[in-house]
C-alpha cells in the first residue's frame, strides 16, 4: 500500500510561549499520520523568551515528528518560515503562527484534494473560523478555486497564512517568502504564487485564527510606508495581470491609507497620498464604499474585524 505523502507544518514563533502548546496540540490532534512539526523559535538564542520556550517545548523533544529550530537573533516572520521550509522534508508545507489551530480533518481533507490534480495547481486553501477569547467572531468562507490573483490583491477572497496547503516544489520555485517584508509579507508570498498557479478551495475544513493583539498597533505612516514597499513590488514582480489594470488595483489599496490619515485629522497627509498615488474622481465611489463597507463590519464583528 502507498504511504500518503508527508506534510510539514512549520510554526515560527516569537513571543508566542503563552499560546504554542494549543497550536501544537491542534497539529498533533489531526487524523493524518504522515507529518512533521517544525517550530522555528525567532525569539534570539539565549534570550528569556527563547529560553522559556525551549524549557516547554521539552516534552516534544523526544517526538521524532517533531524539530526545534533555534534563530540566533530574531529576524522576521518571513525568515522564519523560509528556515522552516528548508528544513522540511515533505511534500506539502503547511505554515501555521504560533497563536492559531488547525481545525479538525484539514490535512487530511486537503491532502485528498491536492493528490488528485496536475502541477498546475499550487495547494488548497481552507476557511477561516475567526476568534476572539473563546467566542467565534466569525468564518469566511473559502468557496472559489482556480487563477484567483485579481481576487487575491481586491480582497474578494481571503488566503491566509494557515489555511494554504502548498506543495513544497512551489515554495521553491516562488522563491520563498521575501524576507524584505515585515509586513504583508503574506500578501505578497500568495501573489507571486497565484501570478503562476492555480488553487483550489476547501470550503469543508478551517483552521482557527484567533484574535489575541500581541503586538503594538503599527503607526499610519508606518503603514504606508509598508503598502508601498508592497505595491513597488508588485509592479515589477506580477506579470499575468496587464499594468493599467495592475495599477487600478494597486491603487485602491491606499483607501484604507487614506482613511487613515482622516480619521487622524491628518488632512495635509491625506491630500499627498492622494495626489502621490493618482488617485481619480471615480475612485471615490471605492472610498465611500470602503467607509461603508468597515462601519458595518466594525459595527457587527467588533475589532475582530
Known amino acids: 500500500m502507498q504511504q500518503s505523502p508527508k506534510v510539514s507544518v512549520i510554526i515560527p514563533t516569537h513571543q508566542g510561549v503563552e499560546y504554542i502548546e494549543r497550536t501544537l496540540s491542534s497539529v498533533f490532534s489531526q487524523d493524518y499520520d504522515n507529518l512533521e512539526v517544525i517550530v522555528v523559535d525567532d525569539n534570539g538564542k539565549g534570550t528569556e523568551a527563547q529560553s522559556k520556550t525551549e524549557e516547554l517545548l521539552k516534552k516534544y523533544i523526544k517526538d521524532s515528528r517533531f524539530k526545534y529550530i533555534i534563530h540566533g537573533a530574531n529576524k522576521n516572520g518571513s525568515a522564519a518560515r523560509n528556515t522552516g521550509a528548508r528544513y522540511a522534508t515533505g511534500k506539502y508545507l503547511n505554515f501555521l503562527d504560533d497563536d492559531d489551530e488547525l481545525g479538525s480533518g484539514k490535512i487530511r481533507y486537503q491532502i485528498n484534494q491536492m493528490e488528485g490534480l496536475t502541477n498546475e495547481w499550487a495547494g488548497s486553501y481552507s476557511s477561516t473560523i475567526i476568534k476572539l477569547g473563546r467566542k467565534k467572531v ?3 468562507r473559502a468557496t472559489q478555486s482556480g487563477n484567483l490573483l485579481i481576487e487575491h490583491l481586491t480582497t474578494a477572497i481571503r488566503i491566509s497564512t494557515a489555511s494554504l496547503l502548498l506543495r513544497k516544489s512551489v515554495w521553491e520555485d516562488v522563491g520563498g517568502y521575501d524576507e524584505t517584508f515585515s509586513r504583508h509579507q503574506d500578501w505578497e508570498f500568495n501573489a507571486r504564487i497565484l501570478d503562476k498557479y492555480k488553487l483550489i478551495a476547501a470550503e469543508d475544513v478551517y483552521y482557527i485564527r484567533n484574535y489575541t493583539f500581541r503586538h503594538n498597533e ?3 505612516n508606518k503603514k504606508e510606508r509598508n503598502l508601498v514597499h508592497f505595491t513597488d513590488v508588485m509592479h515589477t514582480t506580477i506579470k499575468s495581470i496587464p499594468k493599467d489594470r495592475l495599477g487600478n488595483i494597486l491603487r485602491r489599496k491606499y483607501i484604507t491609507i487614506l482613511i487613515g490619515y482622516l480619521k487622524r485629522g491628518y488632512i495635509k497627509d491625506f491630500i499627498r497620498v492622494w495626489n502621490e498615488q493618482c488617485f481619480r474622481g471615480c475612485d471615490i465611489y471605492y472610498l465611500l464604499r470602503y467607509i461603508f ?8 464583528y467588533g475589532k475582530a474585524f
Open 138 to 140: 466569525r468564518i469566511v
Open 218 to 220: 503599527v503607526e499610519i
Open 293 to 300: 463597507h468597515y462601519l458595518k463590519c466594525r459595527a457587527i
